[in-house]
């Protein structure tokens, strides 16, 4: 479950969750708030980020669970799931409803990535370090964000027998994965430190957070943004 404190309220009862002090840079997550629009609250995220100038900019990728990180001066017309900027006028922002959203702060540059099953297993997280060539993961703050957790991520035998076995779990006839110890693992290997997980399941915390598996095909979406250099 969620740390109830980090939730935070906006103008217009919007609430989202602040991750600022965490990582040592503007960003969060606005979670459920059915009573706006998706593309009302994207209009709102730079106010919503504190961040005061009009020169800030929103970038966004085309998601696709794909394996690619890219800078936000990059051509964004080509899928990718990660995006990264030093720029302090660059707010990146992804949307996820189940899928993981990483946030990552070296003190000059800031990511945000969005991991699903088919990313992890792609190798999103190590691509990190092969991307971004000077991050300095040892130095880094990172946060896991809300995804689907291993209580609720039921997978086919097909699908589950793609992931090593520690991250598998049978349970009554069925297999559930386990996706953010994946992602703290893989993490680990590139150097990273200091991972702060929000231990917070999608699927479960249906008061908070969209979830894709429980809300189908029409699924709202959770907004992550995070911009360099406080
Ligand atoms: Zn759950």
């Given amino acids: 479950m969620i740390d109830r404190l980090l939730i935070k309220t906006f103008k217009d009862n919007i609430r989202w969750i602040d991750l600022t002090d965490i990582l040592g840079t503007p960003a969060g997550i606005i979670i459920r708030n059915d009573h706006l629009l998706e593309n009302d609250l994207q209009k709102k995220i730079v106010d919503i980020s504190n ?3 009009s020169t800030i900019k ?3 990728p085309i ?3 794909t394996n690619r990180i890219v800078a936000s001066t990059e051509n964004l017309d080509i899928p990718a799931d990660g995006i990264y900027s030093q720029s302090p006028n660059h707010l990146l922002v992804i949307r996820t409803a189940d899928c993981i959203p990483l946030f990552i ?3 000059r540059t800031a990511a945000v990535l969005h ?5 992890i297993i792609g190798g999103i997280v190590a691509n990190i370090k092969r991307t971004i060539s000077q991050f300095n993961c040892a130095d880094a703050k990172a946060v896991i964000g809300p995804g689907i957790g291993r209580c609720c991520f039921e997978v086919s035998p097909e699908v589950a027998l793609i992931f090593d076995s520690e991250y598998r779990i049978f349970n009554d006839r069925k297999y559930y994965i386990d996706l953010e110890t994946m992602v703290i693992d893989e993490m680990k290997k590139q150097g990273f430190r200091q991972i702060h997980s929000l231990n917070a399941c999608t699927f479960c ?6 979830s894709y598996r429980r809300e189908g095909e029409d699924v709202r979406h959770l907004l992550s943004f995070i911009r360099a250099g406080g």
Avoid at 205 to 210: M, Q, R, V
Wanted: charged share 25%; hydrophobic share 20%.
């Fill in 51 to 53: 961040s005061q100038s």
């Fill in 58 to 60: 929103i970038y966004r």
């Fill in 63 to 65: 998601q696709k669970h």
């Fill in 105 to 107: 702060y070296d003190g």
């Fill in 115 to 119: 991991l699903g099953w088919r990313g």
């Fill in 205 to 210: 915390e249906s008061d908070l957070f969209y």
